[in-house]
């Protein structure tokens, strides 16, 4: 029970810092600075929460 909950905490971790990524990558920096001061940030998000990101 406990692995099934590690590697799903993985699983948003790694598809939160997939579309950071993918942020990083675009040139609209309207779209950058919208998700670097949403208050949804990436520190709930890792734990767990990715699904109420707004880019997912």
């Not at 799903?8 to 670097?36: E, G, P, W």
């Not at 208050?39 to 767990?48: A, E, N």
Request: proline content about 4%.
């Amino acid at each position: 029970m406990i692995f099934v909950i590690i590697e799903n905490k993985l699983h948003h971790t790694v598809m939160i810092i997939t579309q950071y990524a993918f942020l990083s990558l675009q040139k609209n920096s309207d779209r950058q600075n919208i998700f670097l001061t949403n208050k949804r940030s990436l520190i709930p998000d890792i734990f767990g929460r990715a699904e109420y990101s707004p880019y997912l």
